[in-house]
């Protein structure tokens, strides 16, 4: 290791390597320049005007509606959406979803906060965890007594992707199986997957669909229609602004149970049009495939890069960790670049490992991941030199 710096070295990036965009955070992460544009257009009009009116019913209206076609949502299945981002989510999913036992596969900081939800909520049983080494991920396992599969599309904080399949075996939840509830907050828009295979696919605005925070959004199954709201029914305590029964209420009639963030729902929507209208999720998928192609190749070329997940099937195509040589100091490196514009490279706080961390979200342009890649190098061989 080189030892600690306080001080940023100062290296300047050649113009002609820097990216056209230098946001690659895992989330917050890039907003499309053309879609904060559209905002602007449409302030005027839009933002400061009622959520109960058709203005903005019409854009919640909307994100329904294109999020059904993006996915290819079968007929039953609905958009529901509510406030609070994911982790509201997972409160709301302890309250409404899980009837008493959920079995969640824990690889990483989020996928183990949903399992630390469901374990201290006082009316669940305890949840069963199965965990793997960072860097991988667990399968599930078909249980009798499970009534709630937690599976993490993406776990944002290693850069693991898993293939979202129903638990080999398992009943179907309309034949009194367990419901598969999959975390996509950062796999949702880029990564492909099949609708049947899932009850509730949830996420938040801020990763693929390149908006800002503070929304959940979630794909629900005819069974998980059904759960909601069964347990609503039952008489179970849920504070109203957790209760899912409710924001399926209020989603039919294209509104949030309280107030929204207008910008949040508008950037969100004009993503959501721009991948349909440019092909759907392959065109979204195809640019994270683009980018992930371009950046493990770079790191599998690298005499000082390595991909942190060894497993190629489990290297995730949304957001790359990539190990550094011990001689290489990742925390300077990803200094230098936020120095040069370069920004959030940092890897995941609690990782603690000696990595980047890159986003390869549908709106970061491909091109971009190349010219990083350059630039790393450039900065790699300014502190070697
Ligand atoms: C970002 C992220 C979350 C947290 O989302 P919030 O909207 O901040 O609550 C949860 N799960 C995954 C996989 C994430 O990437």
């Not at 306080?6 to 917050?28: H, K, Q, V, Y």
Request: aromatic residues 8%.
């Amino acid at each position: 290791m080189i030892p600690y710096v306080t001080e940023t070295p100062d290296i300047r990036i050649p113009a002609n390597l820097l990216p056209g965009d230098g946001r690659f955070g895992s989330g917050p992460s890039k907003v499309r320049p053309e879609a904060v544009a559209a905002l602007a257009e449409a302030s005027g009009r839009y933002l400061g005007t009622s959520h109960r009116q058709k203005t903005v019913k019409s854009v919640v209206g909307s994100v329904r509606e294109g999020l059904a076609a993006l996915f290819s949502l079968p007929e039953g299945y609905e958009v529901v959406l509510g406030n609070g981002g994911t982790t509201c989510f997972w409160d709301a999913a302890t309250f409404g979803l899980i009837e008493s036992k959920s079995q969640h596969l824990s690889f990483g900081e989020f996928s183990s906060k949903f399992a630390s939800a469901a374990a201290t909520a006082p009316h669940l049983g305890a949840p069963e965890v199965i965990a793997s080494e960072v860097g991988t991920h667990p399968d599930a396992v078909t249980r009798d007594d499970v009534d709630l599969y937690a599976l993490t599309h993406n776990e944002t904080s290693t850069g693991v992707m898993m293939e979202i399949v129903r638990p080999a075996g398992a009943a179907s939840p309309d034949e009194g199986g367990g419901l598969v509830a999959v975390d996509a907050t950062s796999g949702a828009g880029g990564l492909r997957v099949d609708p049947t295979q899932f009850d509730v696919y949830y996420f938040a605005p801020q990763k693929c669909f390149g908006s800002d925070g503070g929304l959940w959004l979630a794909l629900v199954s005819p069974a998980a229609v059904g759960r909601i709201a069964r347990i609503h029914d039952s008489g179970r305590w849920t504070p109203a602004s957790m209760d899912l029964a409710i924001a399926l209420d209020n989603s039919r009639l294209d509104q949030t149970y309280n107030t929204p963030a207008l910008a949040t729902l508008f950037l969100m929507d004009d993503q959501v049009r721009w991948f349909n209208e440019n092909g759907g999720l392959e065109f979204s998928a195809g640019r994270c495939d683009r980018s992930a192609e371009t950046l493990y190749a770079w790191a599998d070329a690298s005499d000082f890069a390595t991909p942190f997940v060894s497993r190629e099937a489990d290297r995730s195509h949304v957001v790359a960790t990539v190990d550094l040589d011990d001689a290489i100091d990742a925390a300077t490196v990803a200094a230098v670049l936020r120095a040069n514009g370069i920004v959030d490279t940092e890897p995941y706080r609690k990782l603690g490992r000696n990595q980047l961390r890159i986003a390869m979200f549908p709106a970061i342009d491909p091109e971009d991941i190349a010219a990083l890649c350059a630039c790393v190098n450039h900065v790699v061989g300014a502190l070697a030199g």
